[in-house]
């Protein structure tokens, strides 16, 4: 094993805060993982590492000796890549992680394209509504919808992403079409709690420069775009959900807008990608696949 090789598994165990995990992601036996970071430690005359039974992290040494790892390595693929051929195929395995109904509704449908143009990149396409940590589980890069937390992460923002309010017409003949959010006290919505937090999400609008919010009563509480909008065409209420998610019930009739006026506040729509200097030819190819297909397809504004 070379140096750069036992350098670039460093950074790996790092970014994943284990042996195991950088092992699984490398396809080396951990023992083989594990021997590496110990020659490095022994070589440098220094601990880089401190272990414990349920995670890995750096120590001051081992946080300088990262910084400059990440550093020689993207100089060192940077000079593999100086005499390669301008029209080599990218090839090898892709890890994305995407909101679930949009990699349903979007990304799976158009995925053809992608192949035909790059028949040699295999993609791990995970679709969930959970925070993903995306150096634990080794993915490339992910798309995120709404306001982000900090991150050293770089993120990319694609656009705004803008929001309608629907009804079953249904339920509007039972209970009445609001026209203004103070209607809003004699209406149900079916209301929407985050997978990650399970905090329930208010009803939002616009009133001039200023946002405001009401806490909604409801009969169902649900988790996902899909099984809202189930429980909104069934009639059980009031749903605020991006526009692009109900196109078709708003054209088949399925679903109505309501209040037009009094609209959420659109929310970004973000790519998140490590903090590395060097990117991998497959996954930049994927992804200037992938923005413009987003643009369009969910009608980013910005």
């Not at 350098?7 to 284990?18: G, K, L, P, Q, Y």
């Not at 951990?30 to 039974?53: D, P």
């Not at 349903?104 to 394209?113: G, S």
Request: aromatic share 6%; proline share 6%.
């Amino acid at each position: 094993m070379d140096r750069i090789e036992r350098f670039r598994i460093f950074a790996r165990v790092v970014e994943c805060t284990s042996f195991t995990r950088a092992a699984d992601q490398l396809g080396l036996p951990r023992s083989t993982v594990s021997a590496a970071v110990a020659e490095l430690e022994q070589r440098l005359g220094t601990r880089l590492l401190q272990r414990s039974t349920r995670r890995v992290s750096t120590t001051h040494d081992g946080d300088t000796f990262y910084v400059r790892c990440l550093r020689l390595i993207a100089e060192m693929e940077d000079a593999e890549s100086l005499f390669r051929q301008d029209d080599a195929q990218p090839s090898g395995l892709l890890k994305i992680d995407v909101p679930s109904r949009i990699g349903r509704r979007i990304i799976a449908p158009a995925l053809p394209d992608f192949f035909a143009r790059h028949p040699q990149v295999e993609l791990d396409l995970g679709m969930t509504d959970r925070a993903v940590n995306l150096i634990e589980d080794g993915c490339d890069a992910v798309l995120r919808v709404g306001q982000l937390g900090d991150s050293s992460l770089v993120a990319r923002t694609l656009g705004q992403l803008d929001f309608v309010n629907v009804a079953a017409p249904v339920y509007l003949h039972a209970h009445g079409v609001p026209q203004h959010p103070a209607d809003l006290q004699q209406h149900h919505a079916v209301n929407y709690a985050s997978p990650t937090t399970a905090r329930v999400e208010p009803w939002e609008w616009q009133d001039g420069a200023q946002l405001r919010t009401l806490q909604m009563p409801g009969w169902v509480r649900v988790n996902s775009a899909e099984a809202s909008i189930a429980c909104c065409v069934a009639g059980l209420g009031l749903l605020q959900i991006p526009r692009y998610d109900v196109q078709a019930e708003l054209h088949s009739g399925a679903l109505v807008e309501v209040m037009p006026q009094y609209a959420a506040q659109p929310l970004p729509v973000t790519l998140l990608l490590p903090h590395r200097q060097h990117r991998a030819q497959r996954v930049q190819v994927f992804l200037d696949w992938l923005v413009p297909l987003l643009r369009e397809r969910l009608q980013l504004q910005g």
